[in-house]
């Protein structure tokens, strides 16, 4: 591999020069690269030398443009299965924000630079940082998948992730906790949205409470997955955004939970009111045969939208529970309605938080009206995938075991 400088007069009778890296890819055809630098055209000798040895060098010509490798993408993760509301978010990072801005790149020509350029156009043009990072996710997924295909041989946005974290060792900046009352509601505020509890959706919340399932979980949740005599319920699926049934997040997903009395007694009088699924079939009379399936449906007996039991459900019996927060304007200032009374809203805004309560019940020690249970336990109760993702979630829960008096009782235990 070699580096040499070119010089050439163009038909204009211009004199011009370059430098040129001449070298032998792994498939053992010739390849020629020109740079306007030497530096330039060394460092790509350098890197290329490294991916030759490795065995992992791609081409220019080889290489893609990231729209297209985009398009491949997204239609191999369609026809690997992935969840429909997966890879429609990757389709929309893709089409909204990838392919307007850098779409017409090539994969070889990506560099950290340019993608640190991107992140800049991205909120230079109103994406929020949330957004940001999850298009960056999206693309560094997608480079990773370009690789396997043999389109790149790096993915700069992961070189990038790399040089970040090695750099966050110095300023490292710890993860908010779960706090209780801030996004776990306190015991007091359960007890008050329990007594609000009323309808349709008494039922659904107390067993979120009680549960801890996931949102898309309770609206998969079936008859046949709950035996009350046994009071216990077995999650097998659930029902993503497009109300489409699919398996749990992950194989721990698929789980036994016990019910506690409160429960088995409101899902008992709530199976005899249950909304029927229509089959689509004829009785021998002539009519609609229906089967009780969902046990948390719509009125029709089909899947319940997430944002109608949040907006029908979780709000107002938090607001009925006086479980609330003020409603501020433009200006930070309460607002108020005609009769100048305080505008309100429920203060836990998505049912995740009745999940956080669950956890938090699990772990709380029974002295305090919790359930004491070890971690191993509460990873399987919740469904986590991992104990780390429930020691690093909820890991601060857990008593420390240095309280002054647990303290005395050890050693009193021990010394005698």
């Not at 790399?162 to 359960?190: F, N, T």
Request: hydrophobic fraction near 35%; charged fraction near 30%.
């Amino acid at each position: 591999m070699s580096v040499r400088k070119r010089k050439w007069t163009t038909p204009g009778g211009v004199e011009k020069e370059a430098w040129v890296v001449d070298y032998v890819d792994g498939k053992g055809t010739r390849r020629l690269k020109t740079f306007d630098r030497k530096k330039d055209a060394e460092t790509f000798r350098d890197g290329t030398g490294v991916e030759l040895r490795q065995g992992v060098h791609v081409a220019d010509r080889d290489s893609v443009k990231l729209s297209r490798a985009g398009d491949v993408w997204i239609k191999g993760a369609v026809d690997a299965g992935l969840e429909r509301s997966s890879t429609e978010a990757y389709r929309s990072h893709l089409d909204l924000h990838i392919k307007p801005f850098i779409g017409q790149e090539r994969l070889s020509d990506l560099s950290v630079s340019m993608i640190r350029a991107f992140e800049d156009k991205l909120r230079e043009n109103g994406r929020s940082p949330a957004m940001v990072r999850r298009i960056l996710v999206s693309l560094g997924t997608l480079i990773a998948d370009a690789q396997e295909r043999g389109f790149v041989a790096r993915n700069v946005v992961r070189d990038m992730r790399a040089r970040r974290r090695r750099g966050e060792r110095q300023d490292k900046r710890q993860k908010g906790k779960l706090k209780v009352g801030v996004d776990i509601p306190s015991r007091e505020e359960i007890r008050a949205i329990v007594s609000a509890l009323d309808g349709r959706w008494r039922p659904l919340i107390l067993t979120a409470i009680f549960t801890g399932l996931r949102a898309s979980e309770l609206r998969g949740l079936r008859w046949r997955d709950v035996d009350l005599d046994k009071r216990e319920l077995h999650v097998h699926q659930r029902a993503d955004r497009f109300n489409a049934i699919g398996k749990p997040k992950s194989e721990a997903g698929e789980r036994t939970v016990p019910l506690p009395p409160t429960v088995v007694n409101a899902l008992r009088e709530w199976k005899i009111a249950c909304p029927r699924q229509k089959t689509g079939k004829l009785d021998d009379d002539g009519n609609p045969i229906t089967v009780l399936e969902l046990v948390f449906p719509n009125g029709v007996g089909n899947i319940e939208g997430l944002s109608n039991i949040i907006r029908r459900g979780l709000i107002p019996t938090q607001i009925a529970a006086g479980v609330t927060v003020p409603v501020l304007d433009e200006h930070g200032e309460p607002m108020k309605d005609k009769e100048g009374n305080p505008v309100v809203a429920g203060k836990y805004s998505g049912m995740h938080s009745l999940r956080h309560f669950y956890a938090s019940w699990c772990i709380n020690r029974t002295e305090e009206g919790g359930l004491g249970l070890p971690a191993k336990m509460v990873q399987e109760r919740l469904g986590h995938s991992t104990i780390v993702l429930t020691m690093d979630r909820y890991g601060h829960l857990f008593p420390r075991g240095d309280d002054e008096a647990e303290l005395a009782s050890a050693e009193r235990l021990l010394l005698g």
